[in-house]
């Protein structure tokens, strides 16, 4: 079995919608059932089933309809919205009726807690409706965003000029700090704004060639760096500590002057 | 205007769906437009619109199907699903079609990233569609998630000792180590797994809490801990550095070690 057909049957499973259920909504929807193919099948139950269908979408134009998307939502529908709606509006109702507007959420690092970056949350929350295996998707983003120096292509139509800085963390929090280092400006100026939302442009242009490259059996997705991998040796679930469990780069919150107070080996 | 009109508004205008899409997605699913109350609105509509209507629930209910959902999802599924399958359930179709399965990504902190718990990933997801002020109620729920001592109320089928700790933060990566001081055990063991199907169930629970709070205008948000109040009194967005945008924690990551070595003025 693979692991596309896997996670249908293993979301099939979690909807809980069995055939009653679906000539209900089918019912409901005033569309009978259609046995036959896949493509027969009641549009709602369409919605409910994962992966939705997914054909190569252009990273640039992603980029620009998040840069214009950021204003009216923040960055995690930044990155959502352009890279979905695509696909939905390609596939018709019921997808198009998707609520997109739940994803303000993640604004901030959701609701502006510094926690991931809403950009991450929103590529991570696409892939998982557009891809059979949104894990490695995931994993691939997040490291690149972490290494990267961000925005690394600025959208048309920046009133101010882009000063990429390199985030060292996929939190929000530490990647708006490093930003302020590199350019001296506020977190709430209008700057730091427009850098979020060039910085989801980028997020989502990188999110559709992953995406393509998934789906063209071209994705690599890249080991943790090295120090992380080093510290994960003895706290990671296979070290001889085994008290950790994560993927972010430890560097930014565990400081030498940490490990010198505390009496951690030298690393 | 209020702001849940201000926020359906808001959220119309993302959708990007007006008059002439709606009918498309009407005839699409069979069933044609129904000028009048809002009641009498084509089903697919209903679904894009938001918060979806919202009663009371249970908040007991809540936790037991969070704790069993755990194992076929992960914990952001754990939270999201009960709550929100509730919620569409007495609303019925098109609410029940909803991909509820997307909400896999978050586990373990989006994919084992280790970022924020995914249960308060998966609560403030449902709160965005099931609120029309999903903001407060997220604070008040990572408020209440850094400082209580969790799961607090173990559900009905644990295998193991319930041992509850203080997270000391919102990241997943942080609860569960604290977690593993608190109990001795490993961050892969199937202890660490059903305790966190236990704090999902604890989450799901506070977040049922405060919704029914909210919807009964009992809600109270709490203030950033006095610790963190005066990070940012100087940190953040209003301070006089103002190169910090965020509400978690800072303790569990910027250390008095770290503050002595960087010459930080004395806390």
């Known amino acids: 079995m693979s692991e596309a057909t ?38 709602l139950e369409r919605l409910c089933r994962l992966p939705w269908p ?4 252009d990273a640039g134009a992603a980029a620009q309809r998040a840069f214009a998307t950021y204003p009216r939502g923040g960055c995690m529908l930044a990155v959502f919205d352009p890279i979905v709606r695509t696909a939905a509006e390609r596939l018709g109702a019921p997808y198009t009726a998707f609520p997109f507007g739940m994803f303000t959420y993640g604004a901030g690092g959701v609701a502006g807690w510094g926690t991931p970056c809403g950009a991450l949350n929103g ?16 994993s691939a983003l997040f ?9 690394e292509a600025p959208p048309a139509g920046l009133r101010y000029p882009n000063v990429p800085a390199v985030a060292g963390s996929v939190l929000c929090h530490a990647s708006i700090a490093a930003w302020c ?29 992953l995406l393509n490259a ?9 080991a943790p760096d090295q120090a992380t991998a ?15 469990a994560g993927r972010m780069t430890c560097a930014p919150c565990h400081t030498p002057s ?3 107070a505390s009496g951690h080996p030298k690393v």
């Open 123 to 138: 590529a991570a929350a696409a892939f998982s409706l557009l891809s059979p295996q949104p894990t490695g998707l995931i």
């Open 54 to 57: 997914y054909r190569e979408q």
């Open 230 to 244: 080093a510290c994960l040796g003895c706290h990671g679930a296979q070290g001889n500590l085994g008290n950790v």
């Open 181 to 209: 280092r590199a350019s001296g400006k506020r977190s709430n100026s209008p700057e730091r704004a427009e850098r979020c939302g060039a910085l989801s442009g980028s997020v989502a242009a990188k999110a559709v060639t």
């Open 214 to 222: 998934q789906a063209t059996r071209t994705l690599v997705v890249p």
């Open 258 to 260: 940490e490990f010198a």
């Open 6 to 43: 896997d996670r249908r049957r293993f979301v099939a499973t979690l909807t809980g919608i069995g055939v009653a259920g679906l000539a209900g909504l089918a019912a409901a929807s005033g569309v009978g059932p259609q046995p036959g193919s896949p493509q027969d099948q009641p549009p």
């Open 143 to 151: 490291a690149w965003y972490e290494r990267e120096a961000l925005p």
